[in-house]
């Protein structure tokens, strides 16, 4: 596969469940990103990891728990998650150039998303 | 931080018509400039860039010039199809780890 992937596609989970989202980049980039995108809402950043450290934690609430192992995969673990969490989550990557949270953004390529309905 | 502002939509047309749908932004220095597309059930994909001013991106029929004059990123197609029916977004970079900032997005739907 090529590009950023994500998996499921689509994930319908009751306010008690836990469940995780997965991402993965086969285009070699050092930065990867979690958005929420909201009917009515503008894209909302939720986190951001470059070098594999978290450098952005956008107030997000802890239910929302990402987890980024090496710099070609990225989870978002959800834990009792509430209705107005539900949303289109977007994975992202770039490559951006020297050090952690550096100068020089580069563009980012999305995965698909995955459509979360939480009931 | 950096911000962009994006014309309001909908946006309907009919095929063949001219498309422009407005951005413009604040920032620091000259950051490279975005426009992504989002079609239906889709994430979202690159359509073009400019990376600095007076430059011009292109992709598909679509250009957008960086403008540092009037702070300006327009899109502009001369002649929309029926598949150009989806959201547009403008971005910029910003924030500490130079992730880009999204424009509130304009549905734009071409009609046959």
């Known amino acids: 596969e090529t590009g950023v992937t994500q998996t499921p596609r689509h994930l319908v989970m009751g306010m008690t469940n836990k469940k995780s989202l997965k991402c993965e980049q086969h285009?070699?980039?050092?930065?990867m990103y979690w958005y929420k995108q909201s009917a009515k809402k503008p894209l909302e950043l939720m986190f951001v990891?470059?070098?594999?450290?978290?450098?952005e934690n956008n107030s997000v609430p802890s239910r929302f728990s990402p987890e980024c192992p090496n710099s070609s995969h990225l989870f978002l673990h959800l834990h009792t998650l509430q209705p107005e969490d539900s949303a289109l989550y977007l994975c992202?990557?770039?490559?951006?150039?020297?050090?952690?949270?550096?100068?020089?953004?580069?563009?980012?390529?999305f995965g698909p998303g995955t459509r979360l309905t939480v009931l | 931080g950096n911000s962009v502002t994006q014309m309001e939509g909908p946006v309907t047309l009919s095929e063949e018509a001219f498309l422009t749908i407005n951005c413009t932004y604040t920032?620091?220095?000259?950051?490279?400039l975005f426009w992504y597309v989002q079609y239906p059930g889709e994430g979202l994909q690159l359509l073009l860039k400019?990376?600095?001013?007076?430059d011009k991106g292109s992709n598909k029929g679509f250009e957008a010039t960086y403008r540092k004059e009037t702070t300006s990123f327009h899109l502009e197609k001369g002649s929309v199809q029926v598949s150009d029916s989806a959201v547009y977004f403008c971005?910029?970079?910003?924030?500490?780890?130079?992730?880009?900032?999204f424009g509130s997005g304009t549905q734009l739907t071409v009609l046959p």
């Open positions: 992202a990557s770039s490559q951006v150039p020297g050090v952690a949270g550096g100068i020089g953004a580069d563009t980012q390529y």
């Open positions: 285009l070699g980039h050092n930065a």
């Open positions: 990891y470059s070098l594999e450290e978290r450098v």
């Open positions: 920032a620091t220095g000259y950051p490279s």
């Open positions: 400019a990376t600095k001013a007076d």
């Open positions: 971005a910029l970079p910003s924030g500490s780890a130079r992730q880009l900032t």
